[in-house]
């Protein structure tokens, strides 16, 4: 290999972003290592925004009376019908926006609007910064944006004074967190070669798993108020933002080179080369990715995103992947926030759920390298909606769906399955799509998820009077996600096309259909 360099030395040679990478700078190499570490630690915060709601937004576990009028009127064991002052909560989740802005009885259902007003916000977050990331700011720039609007948003949802106001805070959490998940995900596998795409996209959800665990250890010095929770998470991402995101970060070679600032990607890469202690030769220049239209005048004025949807096989993967979200988002966050509905301590149990994704994290990573996406993504499903009916069976009429160890430990394997067909799907996405719309087409796999993900606090609400509905209903979207998602093509070892014009030459793409179980055409290794 290095005869042949040397004999290429003085030659003008026109590369692409995958051969520089793989024979010049290493496809992984320690500064691609810092640079995925870096990105990936944003995740830790988009997690805690997340999730925070599952102490802040808890259902009070029990009640007393303070007052001789409240016991001869409460017989029937419930709050409803007392006049307020005569009893006061009290026991675990005490300090909560429930207990505070009484939403029981009759306004138990708006206590699933924060969160379902979160996710509509992260839907609408993930159209905006899927479309900015590929047409202005770039993977870099979206990413510091989002995390200082978080910072914002969070602390300001600190401030609530009702349930309304409270809401309409959470809303612009979730358009202000959307830009993270998607950015650092496509930021952390552009800058790094083919072999290693599944294992690097996989490092962001074990920081995402981190901030998870991270909430039951920060909330619980912080039962007593729930507002101190959001104040201390909201300090964390515009720490990162100013010391780590804007002095250390480089923005995608791959994005820099679509945007036609070929000579400032090559700069990035050469960084790279220099940090792993090799070299990129001076005769080397990278090559502009084609956006010929087969003579198709018509289509030049079209933008990426525009060409997309004129594009049927595109089309068609992104009407899969959407579809195939929306159930795994439903599942994989109802399953977190349904853990109130198991009879056990709230901190225990968010702690066992938080620890059983870090083992999906490893166990995703190293089957990503040996096996295919597809069979991994739709087998995790499968598992996760198998787990969840089988919550069912271990549940009773006695316990009310909860306090069962054998529910709790289907519960846990569960939500490990479902992490697992969470990020695999990410990685999936990924690779389905080229560079100069592959944000996007992550920003709209992600509003899938995330509009799945706002109809589950409303199942979660019902699930305090019907566990077993709960848990059927999210396994059975699971098991229908697993399904769709046999119908698209196989991805492992395939090259990151940088136009869509370039993978449809490139894969043969022109018919516009591809068969259930086919696989893209992958190039030599």
Same mark, same amino acid.
């Given at each position: ?28 190499? &320690? ?14 915060? %988009? ?107 969070? &602390? ?141 005048? %018509? ?18 993967? $992104? ?36 620890? $059983? ?51 709790? $430990? ?99 793409? %022109? ?15």
């Amino acid at each position: 290999m290095d005869e042949e360099k040397q004999e290429l030395v003085g030659k003008k040679l026109q590369l692409t972003v995958d051969e520089v990478l793989e024979g010049y700078v290493g496809s992984f190499g &320690f500064s691609q290592l810092i640079q995925v570490l870096l990105v990936s630690l944003a995740r830790i915060f %988009d997690s805690q925004s997340t999730l925070v709601t599952i102490f802040t937004d808890a259902q009070p576990k029990s009640w007393r009376c303070v007052s001789p009028e409240c016991g001869s009127a409460a017989a029937g064991g419930s709050v409803c019908g007392l006049k307020a002052g005569t009893w006061e909560w009290s026991g675990e989740n005490s300090s909560s926006t429930i207990a505070e802005w009484g939403l029981v009885c009759d306004r138990r259902f708006l206590a699933a609007l924060p969160t379902s007003v979160y996710f509509l916000g992260s839907l609408i977050g993930s159209a905006v910064f899927g479309r900015l990331a590929d047409a202005s700011f770039g993977r870099k720039k979206s990413v510091l944006i989002s995390c200082l609007l978080t910072s914002i948003t969070i &602390f300001l949802t600190s401030l609530s004074s009702n349930i309304w106001i409270y809401s309409l805070l959470r809303f612009a959490n979730g358009i202000s967190r959307a830009g993270i998940g998607i950015c650092c995900l496509v930021l952390s596998t552009e800058a790094v070669g083919r072999k290693w795409r599944g294992q690097v996209s996989q490092y962001g959800f074990f920081f995402f798993a981190t901030g998870f665990l991270s909430i039951p250890l920060i909330a619980y010095p912080t039962r007593n108020c729930w507002r101190n929770l959001y104040k201390i998470i909201s300090f964390l991402p515009l720490v990162y933002s100013i010391f780590v995101l804007i002095p250390f970060v480089s923005e995608s070679p791959r994005w820099l080179l679509v945007r036609g600032r070929s000579e400032e990607a090559l700069e990035v890469l050469r960084n790279y080369a220099r940090i792993n202690g090799k070299e990129i030769p001076s005769n080397i220049t990278l090559l502009e990715p084609s956006s010929s239209n087969n003579g198709k005048k %018509d289509e030049n004025t079209l933008s990426p995103i525009e060409k997309l949807w004129t594009t049927r096989w595109a089309v068609r993967r $992104m009407a899969l992947i959407m579809f195939t979200g929306f159930g795994i988002g439903f599942m994989y966050y109802g399953i977190q926030l349904n853990v109130e509905n198991l009879s056990f301590n709230l901190y225990f149990t968010v702690a066992i759920n938080a620890t $059983m994704e870090i083992p999906a994290v490893f166990v995703g990573s190293f089957l990503l390298g040996t096996t295919n996406r597809r069979r991994l993504f739709s087998t995790s499903a499968f598992l996760a909606g198998a787990f969840c009916l089988f919550c069912i069976v271990f549940s009773t009429e006695k316990n009310r769906g909860g306090g069962s160890l054998p529910q709790l $430990m289907m519960e846990a394997l569960g939500f490990m399955a479902a992490a697992t067909a969470f990020n695999v799907l990410y990685t999936y996405c990924v690779e389905l799509f080229p560079t100069n719309v592959r944000n996007f087409a992550v920003s709209m796999m992600r509003q899938a998820l995330m509009l799945g993900a706002s109809i589950s606090p409303l199942l979660v609400v019902y699930g305090r009077l019907s566990p077993s509905l709960s848990f059927f209903v999210f396994g059975v979207s699971s098991v229908v996600s697993g399904l769709l998602s046999l119908w698209l093509p196989e991805t492992r070892n395939a090259p990151l096309y940088e136009t869509l014009e370039q993978q449809e030459e490139e894969e043969g793409l %022109d018919l516009a259909c591809v068969e259930l179980g086919k696989n893209v055409q992958v190039s030599p290794s």
